[in-house]
Structure formats: C-alpha cells, structure tokens
C-alpha cells in the first residue's frame, strides 16, 4: 500500500516486528486526514490524563516515591528493603507513590498496604513486565499511555524520593528529580539512593567525568544521598520532614 507515494511496509509486510513497525510509520509521509485525525488529536488523550491525574491526586497529601526495578523478585534483599522502607515512611505520614507494576513498585506499595497508609500506584501500559500490583488504594490506581504525563504526577505529588536499583526506567526518573530540583523548578526534596554498591559506578562517574568536564557543579552532587538500610534512607526523609512544612509541589 502507498500513501502519498511512500509504501507502508507495516502493512504490506505482517511479518515486521514491533520495532520495525514503529520505524516505518515514523518514517513515512503521512496523509492530512492521519495527521488530524491522530496526531492532533493525541493533545485531547494527553489533556486528558493531565486531568484525571490533578483530580484524583489533588488532595493525596504530602507523598514519598519509590522508584525502582519492576524485575526484582521477593527474595531479593532490595524487594525487602523497600518494604520496610515504605512501612516506615508510611508510619511518619507519608503517602507512597510508586510506578504501580511488580518488583520494586509492588514492594513500595505492600509497605504502605501494610502499615495502612495511601499506597498510589501510576502504572504505565506497556508491551512487557507492567501490571497493577495488588497493594494499591483502588482510589489510587491510574494508567498512563504517555511516560511525561506520569512523571509529572510523580514529582508534581512527592516530597521525597527514595530509588532503589533499577534499569533505564529508573534512571529517567532519578535524573528527572535531579534535573528539576537542580535547575530549581521544585523545592530541593530529598532523594536518597539506596545501595552504595550499586550506584557507585555511576556516582563516581558523576565525579570524574560530569564534575571534571564542568558539566555539573560541586554543590550538584549534594542533591543525593547514598544510604545502604533501610533506617538510613528514612532517617534521611524524616530529617527533611522535621526541618520544613512540607507543601504540595508547583
């Protein structure tokens, strides 16, 4: 099939992965009728998300996110450190947030289930490793198809963040707070990373490259804080929570 002369290999072709697909769409001339019928349209979907987000959190009160890796598993001491984490920030008012899925998220989530506080969950629709864990609040359970409108909602609604290990996704949400809190468009909430182990590597190339190149400054580095118990990183929040009133971000 050809549309405006370009062929539309997704259509002629079934065999093409998922990937691929989405490369030959991206790359074809669309028509004006599919320009307006889906991309101008797409403004309402995001809109709408928007909305239902501000409405159904609005009035949640001051929250933690937990970020972390969905593909951690139950026996695994992170899993069981960021219960106990959640438990005990649960237990000093705290909301928690988390990205709604299994491993890290679902840890996050039981925490708060268990110490009957709000557990929120932002889940994401996504071909793999996403589904709603059965720790949230029914009245805290959304989905998302765009990841910018969930990550507004994380920060939008959080005083705190604490991340545990976790793979790409993770590391968009980390330097996401870092970003916003480094160029001062939220308040300098804490963020704690959890296991001196696993962020080292990435800590001490924020030092000898980032630093040294000059691309960030020596005070950035001050934004975080490496903790490796579960007391640690509570301590940390809890210190914030004592210093200042904790308002609603924005």
């Keep these: 099939m050809e549309l405006d002369g370009t062929r539309d290999e997704s259509l002629v072709n ?8 989405k490369l030959h769409n991206s790359l074809r001339q669309k028509t004006w009728d599919e320009t307006i019928t889906k991309d ?5 979907k995001v809109m709408a998300e928007f909305v ?14 937990i970020f972390g890796s969905a593909r951690l598993k139950p026996e695994n001491k992170y899993y069981e450190m ?10 000093l008012g705290f909301g928690i947030i988390t990205g709604g899925g299994p491993g890290i998220m679902e840890a996050g989530n039981k925490g708060a289930f268990n110490a009957k506080g709000r557990s929120i969950g932002l889940n994401i629709d ?10 949230i609040n029914k009245s805290y359970s959304m989905n998302f198809d765009y990841f910018f409108v969930r990550k507004v909602m994380f920060v939008k609604y959080s005083q705190g963040f604490v991340v545990m290990p976790g793979g790409f996704g993770t590391l968009d949400e980390l330097t996401e707070a870092l ?6 468009k939220i308040g300098k909430f804490p963020i704690v990373l959890v296991g001196t182990e696993f962020w080292g590597g990435l800590l001490d ?41 904790v308002n609603v971000n924005f």
């Design 40 to 44: 101008s349209w797409m403004v309402f």
């Design 126 to 135: 996504l071909p793999f490793e996403q589904h709603f864990n059965p720790y």
């Design 179 to 184: 970003t916003l809190i480094q160029t001062n």
């Design 205 to 245: 190339w924020f030092k000898t490259t980032l630093l040294r190149d000059g691309m960030i400054a020596e005070d950035d580095l001050d934004l975080y804080r490496v903790v490796d118990t579960a007391d640690e990183a509570v301590a940390h929040i809890k210190a914030f929570y004592d210093k200042y009133s």
């Design 82 to 91: 960021a219960v106990e984490i959640a438990e005990k920030i649960t237990k």
């Design 14 to 21: 079934p065999e093409l992965d998922i990937n691929e697909t």
């Design 52 to 65: 239902d987000g501000y409405e159904k959190l609005a009035k949640i009160g001051p929250c933690v996110s």
